[in-house]
């Protein structure tokens, strides 16, 4: 059925204790339309300067990603700098250049608003609004967010929580926006808010999965090697969704599976820097790992 993502493309500079990269092609709709594309097709809108690299476009569009809603302005493309250390768990950003991307406005293509799979990645909550508000026939609502606009566009992203289906926070993000500390009752408290799905991501701890009809929880993929987390949740959320779109359901076996497949994605994702693992990842890949995973999870 195809899905639409919008968020960002950036040029990301990264160091770990394994390394650093310097703009490398990154943002949360790169990491999520990787991962999706392995289900079903996807249509990127996002925003990215004269200075962007026309090698990371030629990547995209031969990973058969819809580039038709994303907008080249005059200008510097979004770029981020962050630094791992320790446990890998949490980066800290070093420096961070909006460029375009503090005007950008989204537009999507007449033939695109009629797709009803959507997802919101990271970007400003009132941004996200105005997508949304381009849509036709949305079926299905996926958003994602970081402390940063819980913290300052508290009030927009409260009254986008009621117009989705599927938030999607990690471990801080959902005890920020809904003030508790257990995470049972910060996914409940967060649903009571609008959205009748909550995903958790707790990074190497797995995901909590929330809504009124069932729970499920799941352990990362225990995988030793961990170069640089960057996009990891982006790729768990484009994994999940784009396997929903592909099965047309949402009955607890398919929610099971998807969130299943977003484990594993993520699992790929941290093995290398950037979007060096994923690019070449290919469904077998994560079938192979998936059936690893349930020997895992079986009891």
Known sequence: MGILVLGTVALDTVKTPFGKKDFMLGGSAVHFSIASTLFTEVSLVAVVGEDFPA???EFLLDKGIDLTSLIHCPGKSFKWQGEYSGDLNCALTLNTELGVLSSFNPSVAAKQRDIQYIFLANVDPDVQARLLSHMRRPRLIG???MNFWIK???PSLVRLLKKVDIFVANDQEARDLSGEINLVKAAKKLSRMGPRMVLIKKGEHG????S???TITLPAYPTEKVIDPTGA???FAGAFMGYLAKSGKLDIATIKKSLAYGTVAASFNIEDFGTAKTSCLTLADLNKRLKELKKIVTF
């Not at 995901?207 to 929330?210: D, E, R, S």
């Open 233 to 235: 949740g982006d790729t």
């Open 143 to 145: 958003l994602d967010s």
């Open 55 to 57: 090698k990371h476009i």
């Open 207 to 210: 995901v909590l999965f929330y």
């Open 212 to 214: 009124k009809a069932f």
């Open 152 to 154: 300052h566009k508290r």
